[in-house]
């Protein structure tokens, strides 16, 4: 059957070319790889390559002919046994048809239609099945009991990062791994985000399970090239036949005064990254569950984590083996006055200020998303659609934030919905202070979202 040639794209940006010339004439037989013709656009002159073997049976555009578009056929390669005679000779069409005079042009020639607002699809079964035996536990030691649980389960699973083995974390997270697991499995590392990242993407694309240890996610910054442009890309770029199952984790987000270059939040940062998945977990329940699933994922993870949240106790089921699914947010509270939607340690504000709320007869709705790539925009759609009126809370700067993308989604989903605008509660639009005093008033309050909640109810 004879195949079309058609005129390449050469760069992303190329719509039209040049036909500078033709390197092969009718008749001639091409392989793979040999050069046929060269193209000139408006930045350079380049080689155009064969794709397939064969005869050239027809040119159908000469050399010299300006303003050729991408994917005109340009000539016709035959297989064997084709003849020429068979080919159409018809010119092929450079430019469309100009639209008859009488053709609509415009949807201002159509009525309009109201927008559909199908019922989001929500997932609202139980994280754990009723009569569960709950035990309070810490995150700090609900988080080292999924990565453990994970490590008995599957050998392949590791744990690396500076201080994780000896010395036990430089949180505690890993305390007691280095005596159960061995070197071999929590493995402590020089100073090297850049390095040991490195490593790790390498054992992920062997098909070993690593748990990267930042000891601040600020430090991933040295390894950002190998998180973003390597493990989250390969299976893309592979065509599925290299991934890079790997869990990065460690602390994220503001502690107590540790400066600007220690208490920057990267969830947006991250949640923008096809290839990535991102948690950003709050109760110790989550942290457990989210971890073993990040563990098990056939994709990299990125589970941000906060120091100041190490140390709070919540329940956590006694299960054998609880996983918690991603993309799949909690309801802690449910309302029908106003929703009310965070994540990690922006949930403690967002439930301190739904109390305080409750006491003044406003009814929240409090929505912890859990995990932000991928995000249950359902559960807030359907939300929405019964309180009318949305506040998104989380600690990070206001430009390109998480509670941005929320508000487009909204507004694209359920705007007909909405009886008041969007409010995004962050922290402050400035480098994280040192000073104490100076750190408050860089934080988001409880406060804040108080007033936000009152501003969109209009109180």
Known sequence: MAIEILMPALSPTMEEGTLAKWLVKEGDTVSSGDIMAEIETDKATMEFEAVDEGVIGKILIEEGTEGVKVNTPIAVLLEDGESADDIDTAKPEQASAAVPADKAQSSEDAPAGAMSHPEPKVDTSPDWPEGTTLKQQTVREALRDGMAEEMRRDEDVFLMGEEVAEYQGAYKISQGMLDEFGAKRVIDTPITEHGFAGIATGAAFGGLRPIVEFMTFNFAMQAIDHIINSAAKTLYMSGGQMGAPMVFRGPNGAAARVGAQHSQDYAA???????????????????????????????????????ILYG?????????DYTVPFGKARIWREGDDVTIVSFGIGMSYALEAADKLAEEGINAEVIDLRTLRPMDTPAILKSVMKTNRLVTVEEGWPQGSVGNYISSVVMQEAFDYLDAPVINCTGKDVPMPYAANLEKHALLTTDEVIAAVKKVIYK
């Open 269 to 307: 940062w991250y949640m923008q990254i096809p290839g990535l998945k991102v948690a950003m977990p709050y109760s110790a329940s989550d942290y457990k569950g989210l971890m073993k699933t990040a563990i098990r994922d056939p994709n990299p993870v990125i589970f941000l984590e906060n120091e």
């Open 312 to 320: 709070r106790s919540f329940d956590v089921p006694e299960l054998d």
